[in-house]
């Protein structure tokens, strides 16, 4: 009976310690008596016991526990909330956020109708102008037709109005990142007819009829049973594309455009959402300008056939401006005239516009800085005049053709064209936001706000994406647009809208009216827009004044991006940028510091030449943050500057071991000799030099102090290394100590176990601080110092007795042991 007892009781105790960890092995106590003589008169069957013993946890869990348990978890549940800030969501944090999201909330607050809308409806409508002539003309770069400039000039716009937190920035298209855009295109539509070619080719070898088709719709080449050779080069592969509907072709150039803007914008996106705005600080002002600069040597190129009117091939890859170049001059004999003619005079007018009037300061001040608007003038007329005069049937100009009303349908068929731009796409995607990231701080820094990196990364990024869904290539800051936004005086994004409103109106009514429009007009707009981006060359009479290294990142980059292409370029210029870097942090200035006289300051003894060393003490400084690539130099750095090499010394103290070893064999040999030996005892040699080096008694210096003020962090390699060191100065009695070490490099020494073969006093607050420590153990033998260490208080050697000393709080014991006259030295 007794023994069923107490198996019901420990069951019991094995279970509730299960459901409240709190209680241990306890149990409760109400019921127990009740309890026990229930299992006392329940002998007939295990049936019944299990009965009841899942009666009794019943009663108990729904009486006894559900208290405490509730109070446990409403503990652990109000601490997990106060650990983590994200669980603290409350109306005011969602505001917050919300405002963060959407900085046009806090842009707009203050706004004033009276003052500042007429400012932004003039600045609009200005930069609306910009937006049709530019927005068509660059659409050129993407090898896209001009309507998708104009959708690339109101979807981003748009959209950038509510994410972006720059007041003064023209979103749409910009020329670098176009021709990037169209770099991209090239290379998936040369790709896609190579693959065609190669399957056309096949059928045509094994004698087949064949049909290709794209999206469903074919074009049916009927072939002879006999082989026929085509090259990419032949007449029959221009034939072969050119049955081909052109919209069909322009779908797959679309297709391409649109996949590699949907990739830079969710990179974007991603960047801005991990806080990663940073990373644009690598692309240096040398580098983007360089970049900027050989870029647009390949916008020129791209338009001269154009603003020619010659027919050349289209190449890509490294050392493509040469094959063009070689290509125009070979058929330079077939300019059209009319077409040449047309580009030189809208190159003049587009000048005489540009540089007579808007930057002439005179007719500036009588316009109240408002631009004329020669691009869209230069339009107007070239349309009127190509439609009158019919250079298109009669001249054999080419010119925009069709442009189709409204706004295209919302697509994702680019989808499948993804994996073939995730590389071009990071290149577009930095190289687009850190134009226009340095364009926002420029405008802001000029009208006192702050740009938000990351915010300006997701406003960019949104833009692409969804821009991408409507047809809109990579979209970017325009540094003309906004440099006129800006001068004219616009306030606020309210402006993006009033541009918006003006492309529209394109979009739905103006459109076809521009399909008789020359394409020399727009290469003309074009090239006259670079001279902005080719007045940088002025760049490098600066810099080579004030640093031969930016000076051959420009050019670097600038050959790079000229020679092989953009991305490259970017990519060589980028890692060109970086070297210089790691060069300085490879071998970077170091000296020995010296103390000022009557002062605690330290300074560099190269150049203040007033500075007094201290004695028997280097104080080394190594001028870069530490980690595992520079250590190794670091070390040697710390021997060249202190002249205290460890390893020499070493062999010195055993050298020296030797030698008073000989000598004692050889006093030991005198005294057992019943004659006065002639020579040396040639068991032992003694007073051999080290080396080459004569043998010094001691090596003066017993302290090294490292000045960690230009440590800013550590690695476990650095730990690692700093332990070896210390302990390897410390094996030739020259102690080793950190000055000025911060927080972090504090923390990491304690995590990787530093202070297991270091003792914590090695370890300074300051320079000052470690100079006294190190004057002060010097006075003390070794073997004292460190019995200090691995036994509480006690008494130190003070005539024979021991004194009480205290390193931490008291230094007053250790100055009497210095002045002990008794003390050997």
Not at 541 to 562: E, G, M, N, P, Q
């Amino acid at each position: 009976m007794d023994g069923d007892v107490s198996v019901a009781d420990d069951e019991i105790r094995l279970i509730a310690p299960e459901l409240y960890p709190c209680l241990g092995n306890e149990t409760p106590t109400d019921d127990t008596g009740q309890r026990n003589t229930t299992f006392e008169q329940s002998q007939e069957s295990d049936k019944t016991k299990a009965a009841l013993k899942k009666l009794s946890k019943k009663k108990h869990s729904s009486a006894a526990y559900p208290p405490r348990r509730n109070a446990i978890l409403k503990k652990s549940v109000e601490k997990l909330k106060s650990s983590l800030n994200c669980c603290n969501c409350t109306r005011t944090s969602l505001c917050a956020y919300l405002k963060r999201l959407f900085p046009f909330t806090s842009i707009l607050n203050g706004y004033s109708a009276l003052y500042d809308l007429p400012c932004d409806i003039i600045a609009g409508l200005t930069v609306g102008i910009m937006h049709i002539p530019q927005g068509m003309a660059y659409a050129l770069l993407t090898q896209l037709p001009p309507v998708y400039g104009l959708y690339t000039s109101f979807f981003p716009v748009l959209i950038y109005f509510f994410f972006g937190t720059s007041k003064h920035i023209s979103v749409g298209t910009f020329a670098v990142v176009c021709l990037m855009v169209g770099a991209v295109v090239d290379k998936g539509h040369v790709a896609w007819q190579r693959q065609e070619l190669q399957g056309a080719i096949h059928d045509i070898n094994t004698g087949h009829n064949l049909t290709h088709s794209i999206e469903g719709e074919g074009v049916e080449v009927v072939t002879t049973p006999l082989p026929i050779n085509i090259s990419e080069g032949s007449p029959g592969f221009d034939q072969f594309f050119r049955t081909r509907p052109l919209s069909e072709l322009d779908t797959i150039k679309v297709g391409y455009a649109m996949a590699v803007t949907f990739c830079v914008g969710i990179l974007q996106v991603f960047l801005g959402f991990m806080r990663m705005g940073f990373l644009t600080t690598f692309l240096s002002d040398p580098l983007i300008s360089g970049f900027t600069t050989g870029a647009a040597v390949h916008v020129f190129s791209s338009q001269i056939k154009s603003a020619f009117g010659v027919k050349i091939q289209r190449y890509s890859g490294p050392l493509k401006l040469l094959f063009s170049y070689h290509d125009f001059f070979s058929n330079i004999s077939k300019t059209n005239l009319v077409t040449m003619t047309t580009t030189i005079v809208a190159i003049i007018f587009l000048v005489a516009i540009r540089e007579g009037i808007n930057n002439n300061k005179t007719f500036k001040q009588k316009f109240k800085g408002i631009p004329v608007p020669g691009e869209l003038i230069a339009l107007i007329i070239g349309t009127i005049l190509s439609h009158h005069f019919g250079l298109h049937q009669h001249f054999d100009v080419e010119v925009i053709g069709h442009i189709p009303k409204g706004f295209p349908a919302a697509s994702l068929t680019f989808v499948k064209f993804l994996p073939d731009v995730i590389g071009e796409s990071f290149a577009i995607c930095f190289t687009a936001f850190a134009i226009s990231f340095a364009i926002s701080k420029i405008l802001a820094d000029k009208h006192n706000y702050i740009v938000d990196p990351n915010q300006e990364l997701i406003a960019h990024g949104v833009s692409n994406v969804f821009g991408s869904m409507c047809s809109s290539f990579c979209s970017a800051a325009s540094l003309s647009r906004s440099m006129v936004q800006d001068g004219v005086g616009g306030k606020t994004q309210i402006v993006s809208l009033i541009s918006s409103v003006l492309v529209v109106i394109v979009l739905l009514a103006l459109g076809p009216m521009f399909e008789a429009l020359p394409n020399s007009i727009l290469a003309a707009i074009i090239i006259v827009s670079l001279k902005g981006l080719f007045l940088q060359f002025l760049e490098l009479k600066r810099l080579w004044k004030i640093s031969k290294v930016d000076y051959t990142v420009w050019l670097v980059t600038f050959f790079a991006t000229v020679l092989l292409d953009v991305d490259l370029g970017l990519l060589i210029g980028l890692i060109y940028n970086l070297v210089p870097i790691l060069l300085r942090t490879q071998e970077p200035y170091s000296c020995l510091l010296g103390r000022l006289p009557n002062t605690d300051i330290y300074v560099d003894s190269k150049v203040y030449r007033e500075a007094i060393p201290i004695p028997g003490i280097k104080i080394f400084k190594f001028e870069a943050p530490l980690y595992f690539a520079n250590m190794e130099n670091f070390r040697s750095a710390l021997i060249k500057s202190t002249q205290v090499n460890p390893h020499y010394l070493k062999k010195l103290k055993d050298q020296m071991r030797e030698t008073d070893m000989a000598l004692r064999h050889h006093e030991v040999c005198m005294a057992t000799s019943d004659a006065w030996p002639e020579g040396r005892c040639e068991s032992h040699e003694h007073g051999r030099p080290l080396g080459g080096q004569p043998i010094r008694p001691n090596c003066e210096t017993f302290a090294i102090i490292i000045d960690g003020s230009a440590i800013q962090y550590v690695d476990s390699v650095t730990v690692r290394v700093l332990k070896d060191i210390v302990l390897e100065y410390r094996d030739v009695d020259v102690e080793v100590y950190l000055g000025e070490c911060k927080a972090p490099v504090r923390v990491m020494l304690d995590k990787s176990g530093f202070y297991h073969h270091v003792y914590r006093r090695n370890v300074c607050a300051t320079i000052q601080h470690a100079v006294q420590v190190a004057q002060k153990s010097a006075a003390m033998s070794r073997e004292t110092l460190a019995s200090t260490f691995t036994m509480a208080p006690e008494d130190f050697l003070k005539d024979g007795e021991f004194v009480r000393l205290d390193l931490e709080t008291s230094l007053e014991s250790v100055d009497k042991i210095i002045t002990n006259e008794n003390l050997p030295h």
